[in-house]
């Protein structure tokens, strides 16, 4: 199994992380809405409003931080600086919504008490979702978010508040649990996603590599060929140039006399004929002094 470099899992931890807060910030949003609609009324205007206010201002900040890390290059970022800016900024988010719960404890009904805990349960397990690539992230936003809410809610003293309390720190154990599965299983899924890049990759670059070794054979047998046919050629000129060059060898029966030669069909020929058949040779036909002299004695051909 391949091993996923440190810095580069950092890194996909990280845009995982990021990506999921598209769908985190306006989810928050909407949550904070609907609770200064639902609460209009049970809550103080000032401190609703307040703090209404202060979760649009975390809100953007944390869309502030989501945009400059997405205008940044993968390769040049360092994931820690990262990793606490995005932990600080959910961390802020998780106290706001446990200081509604506190608040809402202590001034309203039972009732709207249930529905904020009822809220504040949805966006905890929301965090599950957007927040359990990151286990300390997750802690950030899920521990002040329940656990002050549930403190007070256990040293009120009051029975259904207590059994309330009781029920919000169990719900919290449940989703700690949640998040450390869904954690392994994102991280294991980066992973083997990690190892099936690399494997595409290597194999790309194989391919590329068998590509270029029969491009390399290809070229190679094409000069292979160009020298078979040279060689060819070369045979062929050389069987042209044997066939034509015709040479004398072996024992040739001759005439003692009139010196004429008997072919291999057993022709007597005239021994010019003979080797102008089976050479190149031309003859230039002359007399030489001895036989003037015989045949014409009268003439004085090689007198000076």
Request: with cysteine; hydrophobic share 45%; proline share 4%.
């Given at each position: 199994m391949l091993n996923l470099p440190e810095?580069?899992?950092?890194?996909?931890?990280?845009?995982?992380?990021?990506?999921?807060?598209?769908?985190?910030?306006?989810?928050?949003?909407?949550?904070?809405?609907?609770?200064v609609i639902l609460f209009w009324r049970q809550i103080p205007t000032l401190f609703l409003w307040s703090w209404f206010f202060a979760m649009l201002f975390i809100l953007l900040i944390r869309l502030l931080i989501l945009r400059q890390y997405e205008s940044q290059k993968e390769a040049t970022l360092s994931p820690k600086i990262w990793f606490l800016r995005c932990g600080i900024a959910v961390t802020a988010n998780g106290i706001l919504w446990g200081i509604l719960g506190v608040y809402t404890n202590y001034t309203a009904p039972l009732v709207y008490l249930s529905i904020i805990l009822i809220i504040l349960a949805g966006v905890v397990a929301a965090a599950v979702a957007i927040n359990s690539v990151s286990i300390p992230i997750f802690f950030g936003f899920a521990l002040?978010?329940?656990?002050?809410?549930?403190?007070?809610?256990?040293?009120?003293?009051?029975?259904?508040?207590?059994?309330?309390?009781?029920?919000?720190?169990?719900?919290?154990?449940?989703?700690?649990?949640?998040?450390?599965?869904?954690?392994?299983?994102?991280?294991?899924?980066?992973?083997?996603?990690?190892?099936?890049?690399?494997?595409?990759?290597?194999?790309?670059?194989?391919?590329?590599?068998?590509?270029?070794?029969?491009?390399?054979?290809?070229?190679?047998i094409e000069k292979r060929k160009q020298t078979e046919k040279e060689k060819e050629r070369l045979i062929s000129e050389l069987q042209k140039a044997l066939y034509e060059v015709k040479t004398l060898s072996g024992l040739i029966p001759i005439c003692a006399h009139c010196k004429k030669i008997r072919d291999d069909s057993g022709y007597w020929n005239q021994i010019e004929s003979y080797i102008h058949k089976h050479s190149d040779v031309d003859f230039s036909h002359s007399i030489c002094p001895d036989c003037a002299k015989n045949l014409y004695p009268d003439m004085d051909l090689y007198d000076d």
């Amino acid at each position: 199994m391949l091993n996923l470099p440190e810095s580069r899992f950092e890194q996909k931890r990280l845009k995982t992380l990021y990506r999921q807060h598209n769908v985190s910030l306006p989810g928050n949003l909407l949550v904070a809405v609907c609770v200064v609609i639902l609460f209009w009324r049970q809550i103080p205007t000032l401190f609703l409003w307040s703090w209404f206010f202060a979760m649009l201002f975390i809100l953007l900040i944390r869309l502030l931080i989501l945009r400059q890390y997405e205008s940044q290059k993968e390769a040049t970022l360092s994931p820690k600086i990262w990793f606490l800016r995005c932990g600080i900024a959910v961390t802020a988010n998780g106290i706001l919504w446990g200081i509604l719960g506190v608040y809402t404890n202590y001034t309203a009904p039972l009732v709207y008490l249930s529905i904020i805990l009822i809220i504040l349960a949805g966006v905890v397990a929301a965090a599950v979702a957007i927040n359990s690539v990151s286990i300390p992230i997750f802690f950030g936003f899920a521990l002040p978010a329940l656990i002050p809410v549930s403190i007070s809610l256990v040293i009120s003293g009051e029975f259904d508040r207590i059994v309330f309390g009781t029920l919000t720190l169990l719900y919290l154990g449940v989703m700690a649990q949640s998040a450390k599965q869904s954690n392994k299983v994102i991280l294991k899924s980066m992973t083997y996603r990690y190892e099936k890049l690399q494997l595409l990759d290597d194999l790309q670059k194989e391919k590329a590599q068998v590509m270029d070794l029969n491009k390399q054979l290809g070229l190679d047998i094409e000069k292979r060929k160009q020298t078979e046919k040279e060689k060819e050629r070369l045979i062929s000129e050389l069987q042209k140039a044997l066939y034509e060059v015709k040479t004398l060898s072996g024992l040739i029966p001759i005439c003692a006399h009139c010196k004429k030669i008997r072919d291999d069909s057993g022709y007597w020929n005239q021994i010019e004929s003979y080797i102008h058949k089976h050479s190149d040779v031309d003859f230039s036909h002359s007399i030489c002094p001895d036989c003037a002299k015989n045949l014409y004695p009268d003439m004085d051909l090689y007198d000076d």
